[in-house]
């Protein structure tokens, strides 16, 4: 049972290079959320989405893109990259209705 | 919108001590709320929520926290934590009714279980 899986763990990227944070979901939730985590921060929502083929923004949105082509994937798109961006991504998902979100182990972006 | 306030950022307590940690919310009007642990290099999972009904809501691992609606408050509790509580916790809120507002996290709260 996986629930919740992202891809990479780990990267290290340069300024102005662009990457693909991978998510997939095997629960068939409708929901889909991007978060990232910064040290004494907690959690900022980045980008949601409630169903394929749609999404939407959430506190933090600047520099990265979303798209939900299916129910399981939710990738997260940063184009040039800054060191700002330097965090710790969640992906999570939850089922329509339910308040409980499921979360991924995290992927460690660090922009140098 | 929605906020969560969570009082303290550290925590450190005596192993078989009890522990309270804080969490405030901003609005009175129906809300879902939420208690996650993050463990060292792992996601967050669910330790406990209220979404209706009873206000004293049990959790895993011996925790449990009081819904005080008149305070907006959510405080999370343990009457004797263990080495293994060590962790961070976040408290978090939704808007209630439908359950489909994505969640609000506070900044959480680092306890640190002292042998």
């Known amino acids: 049972n996986a629930g919740v899986t992202q891809t990479p763990k780990f990267r290290i990227l340069k300024i102005g290079q662009s990457m693909t944070l991978q998510c997939a979901q095997d629960?068939?939730?409708?929901?889909m959320y991007w978060y990232r985590q910064d040290p004494g921060m907690g959690l900022k929502l980045i980008y949601y989405s409630v169903g394929a083929g749609i999404t939407d923004k959430g506190e933090v949105p600047n520099g990265y893109n979303v798209s939900r082509s299916t129910t399981e994937d939710f990738p997260l798109r940063l184009e040039l990259a800054a060191p700002s961006q330097t965090s710790v991504y969640f992906c999570?998902?939850?089922?329509?209705?339910?308040?409980?979100?499921?979360f991924g182990e995290g992927s460690r972006l660090t922009v140098l | 919108a929605q906020s969560v306030t969570q009082l303290d950022s550290q925590v450190p307590v005596f192993e078989e001590a009890p522990v309270e940690l804080r969490c405030n919310y901003s609005s009175s009007v129906s809300v879902y709320l939420f208690w996650y642990v993050q463990y060292p290099n792992q996601g967050l999972q669910l330790l406990l929520k209220?979404?209706?009904?009873?206000?004293l809501v049990k959790g895993i691992n011996g925790f449990e926290a009081e819904f005080n609606k008149s305070q907006t408050s959510f405080h999370l509790r343990k009457p004797s934590v263990h080495i293994s509580d060590t962790a961070e916790y976040f408290c978090?809120?939704?808007?209630?009714?439908?359950?489909?507002?994505?969640?609000?996290f506070g900044k959480g709260t680092r306890l640190s279980v002292i042998a």
């Open positions: 978090a809120v939704s808007d209630g009714g439908s359950g489909n507002t994505p969640l609000v």
């Open positions: 999570a998902s939850k089922r329509q209705g339910s308040g409980e979100l499921f």
């Open positions: 629960m068939n939730h409708n929901y």
């Open positions: 209220y979404l209706s009904g009873s206000t």
